[in-house]
């Protein structure tokens, strides 16, 4: 599994292995340092006496290219942030369908709504449901009851 971490950190933390090793500590040791494995600080270290420091650069990402930017992704966020009405939508829920007419009409990039999913969550951003409550809920009369009435029926055991 991949590190957490941009390819420019993960390439700072392969170089400060081998530059450990260059300083005569062990694998073991800079593998305790550095937090990952021991094959890897010996593969770095492979690498680099057969091909160089330049072994260490980070590889290409397979895969597609994203369809929106990094700075498109924080723009979304922002506009998101402003809430759905301010989008034209009756209530002020997100649901990922409406999130994906956002990104199609702002950026006109189409993504199924499973995939904004994927988006929002990489961005941080997480599941949250809204809380139902009746309108006519009375709060200072759930307070009072809760402290004067739930006390008497509430069962306690013999011992307290």
Avoid: N
Avoid at 131 to 140: G, H, M, T, Y
């Amino acid at each position: 599994m991949r590190p957490k971490g941009s390819p420019a950190e993960l390439e700072a933390r392969r170089r400060r292995a081998v530059a450990l090793l260059e300083d005569g500590l062990g694998v073991r040791e800079v593998a305790r340092q550095i937090g990952c494995s021991p094959t890897s600080v010996s593969r770095w270290q492979a690498e680099v006496r057969a091909r160089g420091s330049d072994a260490l650069r980070p590889k290409p990402t397979p895969g597609r290219p994203p369809r929106i930017t990094a700075r498109q992704r924080t723009k979304l966020l922002k506009s998101l942030l402003r809430g759905a009405r301010a989008h034209g939508f009756s209530t002020d829920l997100w649901t990922l369908p409406r999130v994906a007419k956002v990104i199609a009409r702002t950026f006109g990039v189409c993504y199924h709504p499973a995939h904004v999913w994927k988006i929002l969550r990489g961005e941080g951003w997480s599941c949250q449901k809204p809380e139902r409550r009746a309108r006519e809920r009375d709060e200072v009369a759930i307070q009072r009851w809760r402290t004067e009435r739930w006390p008497h029926i509430k069962k306690r055991s013999p011992g307290r």
